[in-house]
């Protein structure tokens, strides 16, 4: 009912820059929150960076001056600019969005949590 896709993952040079961006398609009627996880090879899933839909942030601790997160509540979607990136940064990136669904007959309805496939960013020289 809802789908999530990411892009614009890959290989980049340490100090270089990447956008990743996530698009929520489906019955939607409004956003809660949109963020980006990452997991590492043999690490657990952590958060990097959310927005709500009015626009707060928060940030990992890592990321901190270096990412930026937006949102785009028109077109539901949530970007990801990644600078001065480094190794450490190397993860799958997951988009995960709180949504409240649309439901034809009754109009707003449950808040839901769904998550996107993956891209892999690799720092890598």
């Known amino acids: 009912q809802v789908q999530l896709v990411e892009s614009g993952g890959g290989l980049v040079q340490p100090g270089g820059s990447l956008r990743v961006s996530c698009a929520a398609s489906?019955?939607?009627?409004?956003?809660?929150?949109m963020g980006w996880y990452r997991q590492g090879p043999g690490k657990q899933r952590d958060l990097v960076a959310s927005?709500?839909?009015?626009?707060?942030?928060n940030y990992a601790d890592s990321v901190k001056g270096r990412f930026t997160i937006s949102i785009d509540n028109a077109k539901n979607m949530v970007y990801l600019q990644m600078d001065n990136l480094k190794p450490a940064d190397t993860a799958v990136y997951y988009c995960?969005?709180?949504?409240?669904?649309?439901?034809?007959?009754?109009?707003?309805?449950?808040?839901?949590?769904?998550w996107g496939q993956g891209t892999q960013v690799t720092v890598s020289s």
């Open positions: 927005i709500t839909s009015d626009g707060s942030t």
């Open positions: 995960n969005a709180i949504l409240r669904l649309w439901d034809s007959y009754s109009g707003p309805g449950l808040v839901e949590d769904y």
């Open positions: 489906g019955s939607i009627f409004s956003i809660n929150t």
